[in-house]
């Protein structure tokens, strides 16, 4: 299987499966010099991680991380020093359940990746969908703890703002009230409505989608290219390839299609120091594939959970057809999860536009 990779400069390599010994990443590229710790990387990996609420899958996985190669250790023990040769950050799997899906070894689940899988590679591990699994989503997570340390200023921050027909109040938001929640949204009321909504759903045996916004800030202008390499187009499908994604928009995205132009339009003046300012963000940040300085803003749509306990109907491998009941552990709303994933991302194609820009035009 190739297409394991993405970044060109920031170069991200992702391994291992969902029900094998272990997954991990190697970041090729990463600059010298740059330090961190793995309480850092771990911190991140603690959102994603399952089994922290009724609301998540129940497998138990701790995501230690170990930092494999490419740094020297300090004196104090716990930091870490890029040395500038690739770096492999590995975490085991501990909690795997093979047994569980047993009973669509041969059965195609409507709207997971079985089917194609199976089409493509005339063979697939239906252990938890082996490579295609979200597990392997952890590894992201792990580099995008690294990635938001090559931008100096960078901070990158998620949150749920729909979730199936729910959606939070705007003028509610609140970003420390992200991690008191465990929807990770910045609308405390939104999260009492989640909770009862998705109780509901849980019980009934069946999932819902969600929509998450990621914002970075400290970006600095002058990011991406205007043809090819453009900073949204890389962002997009940096989001686009995590499971269950659907849908990516950039700034006002879809809803600039339903307004005029002078709306749409962010206009600039000059500030008190004679800077150009922006008077609204509607572009994302981006500007013909290119940063201005404000926030970088993206949303993603992730559909609902295909492992469900409802019945739907489907074939067999060997072409018959049949009904498929999805036992186990799974997600209601594998959008929860999504938040720290989409962060990781967007750390990433950043970092990677940071390192090219820098190699272009030998400034920031």
Request: overall charge negative; aromatic content about 6%.
């Amino acid at each position: 299987m190739s297409h394991n990779t993405y970044g060109h400069l920031f170069r991200v390599t992702t391994w291992g499966e969902s029900h094998g010994i272990a997954l991990g990443c190697v970041i090729d590229g990463c600059p010298p010099g740059i330090e961190f710790t793995e309480a850092e990387v771990q911190a991140y990996l603690d959102k994603r991680k399952p089994g922290q609420s009724k609301f998540t899958t129940q497998r138990r996985e701790p995501d230690q991380v170990r930092v494999l190669s490419g740094v020297m250790p300090q004196d104090d023990g716990e930091t870490l020093v890029t040395t500038g040769t690739p770096v492999c950050m590995m975490i085991q799997n501990t909690d795997q359940r093979s047994k569980d899906y047993s009973d669509i070894a041969k059965r195609y689940r409507p709207g997971h990746a079985d089917f194609t899988y199976d089409v493509k590679y005339g063979i697939r591990d239906h252990r938890g969908g082996g490579r295609s699994s979200a597990r392997e989503t952890a590894a992201r997570v792990a580099a995008g703890a690294l990635a938001r340390k090559v931008v100096p200023g960078l901070v990158v921050r998620g949150a749920l703002v729909s979730m199936g027909t729910k959606e939070i109040d705007r003028d509610r938001w609140d970003w420390e009230e992200v991690n008191r929640n465990p929807f990770f949204t910045p609308d405390p009321q939104a999260a009492e409505e989640f909770a009862d909504y998705l109780d509901a759903i849980r019980k009934a045996g069946s999932s819902v989608g969600a929509v998450i916004e990621v914002v970075a800030e400290g970006v600095p202008a002058g990011l991406g290219a205007p043809v090819y390499a453009k900073l949204d187009q890389d962002i997009a499908s940096g989001l686009m390839s995590i499971n269950a994604v659907k849908g990516v928009e950039i700034g006002n995205g879809f809803e600039a299609a339903r307004i005029r132009g002078e709306e749409n339009a962010d206009e600039i003046r000059l500030d008190e120091y004679g800077n150009p300012s922006f008077l609204s963000n509607n572009a994302g940040g981006i500007l013909g594939g290119i940063s201005t300085g404000q926030p970088v803003v993206a949303r993603f749509a992730v559909k609902p959970t295909s492992s469900i306990l409802t019945p739907t109907r489907s074939i067999t491998a060997d072409g018959e057809e049949t009904e498929v009941v999805t036992k186990g552990r799974h997600d209601p709303c594998v959008g929860i999860r999504a938040v720290p994933i989409g962060e990781a991302m967007v750390a990433c194609a950043i970092a990677d536009h940071y390192l090219r820009h820098r190699g272009q035009t030998g400034r920031i």
